[in-house]
Structures are given as C-alpha cells and as structure tokens.
C-alpha cells in the first residue's frame, strides 16, 4: 500500500475514534450544558465526520480507483472535514468555551462545498472510465 495511502487511512481511522468520542460527549455531558439546537448542531458536525471517515477508508481500499484519484478524493474530503465538522463544533459549543468564534459562521459551508467537490471529483472520475 503507497505511503500517503496509509497516511490517510490512519487519519480517517483516528477521526473515527475522535467522533465517536465526541458523540459520546454530547450525548452524556453536553445534552445538559448546551441548547437543543446546539446540540443539533453538534451531532450533525459529529454525523459527518464519521460518514466522511467511513467513506476515507472505503474509497482509499478499492482497487478500482487509481493511486491519484484516491489522493486528490482525500484531500479534498479531509479539508472539507476539518472546514465543516470543525466550524460546526466550535461554533455549537460556544456557549461553554465563550470564544469570539462568530467569524468561523462562513467557513462551514466552505468545507460543505469541499466534501460536495470530493464526491463531484469522485463522480467525474468515474464517468469518465
């Protein structure tokens, strides 16, 4: 298996771990610290993030998909996931932590267009076979 390939497979596997963790956080710990649509909003940062891990790990171990497509589809979900999952979770928590982080309001649909381009490169990739 190519180096960056592992590399990856790793990360997804650890932003697994990481969600799970954090689901478990919300469901015991923040249910009663945040409001029900923090909370909301919490859990579909959390949604995501395992949906996109899962799908890190799949699409990187099919051999019908070449070494380049695999690494670009990488990319782009992995910036997509730390741009949408990310923003989401500091922005739904802000009314525990209290930092100024307003400004990350624009940054989440950003990450949602990065994962809406991983799955379009995806998509182009396999029309074109």
Do not use: R
């Amino acid at each position: 298996m190519e180096y960056g390939i592992k590399i990856i497979n790793a990360i997804a596997s650890g932003l697994l771990m990481f969600a799970i963790s954090l689901g478990a956080l919300a469901s015991h710990l923040l249910k009663t610290k945040l409001s029900q649509d923090s909370l909301s909003s919490f859990e579909v940062g959390v949604c995501y993030l395992i949906y996109h891990g899962l799908a890190l790990l799949i699409v990187n171990e099919l051999s019908a998909i070449n070494l380049d497509v695999k690494l670009t589809f990488s990319k782009l979900a992995l910036s997509g996931i730390f741009l949408f999952s990310g923003s989401i979770f500091m922005l739904s928590t802000q009314e525990i932590h209290g930092w100024p982080v307003k400004f990350l309001g624009p940054i989440t649909p950003i990450g949602g267009i990065l994962l809406i381009a991983a799955w379009g490169y995806l998509t182009v990739t396999f029309l074109k076979k």
